[in-house]
């Protein structure tokens, strides 16, 4: 089992920053994927960023079109990632939702809401 914590988040005005965390714990392996995702009222859950952790080799990270050159993702250790977000906007409202996946098995977080106002 893994268990995910988020934090961070909040109330920011438009044109504001914030950022998120996602802290792993339980049985996590050094090569992980760690996401982002987010989902606001009415829509579905979308892909915001993912990086990819290999022993012995540079992070890989992808980024949604939407959120690119605005949104960095980072990690701590192996099993914290962070999320700054930078010139939020209105339309980046949503619950933020943090993914670890093992390949065989995948754990979502129970969310953190990122509310942007005009």
């Known amino acids: 089992q893994v268990q995910l914590v988020e934090s961070g988040g909040g109330l920011v005005q438009a044109g504001g920053s914030l950022s998120v965390s996602c802290a792993a714990s339980?049985?996590?392996?050094?090569?992980?994927?760690m996401e982002w995702y987010r989902q606001a009222p009415g829509k579905p859950r979308e892909f915001v960023v993912s990086?990819?952790?290999?022993?012995?080799?540079?992070?890989?990270t992808r980024y949604a079109a939407s959120v690119k050159g605005r949104f960095t993702v980072s990690k701590g250790d192996a099993d914290t990632m962070y999320l700054q977000m930078n010139n939020l906007k209105i339309e980046d409202t949503a619950v933020y939702y943090c993914?670890?996946?093992?390949?065989?098995?995948?754990?979502w977080g129970q969310g953190t809401q990122v509310t942007v106002s005009s």
């Open positions: 993914r670890y996946d093992l390949g065989w098995k995948d754990y």
């Open positions: 339980g049985r996590t392996l050094s090569d992980n994927l």
């Open positions: 990086m990819k952790s290999e022993a012995g080799r540079d992070s890989t």
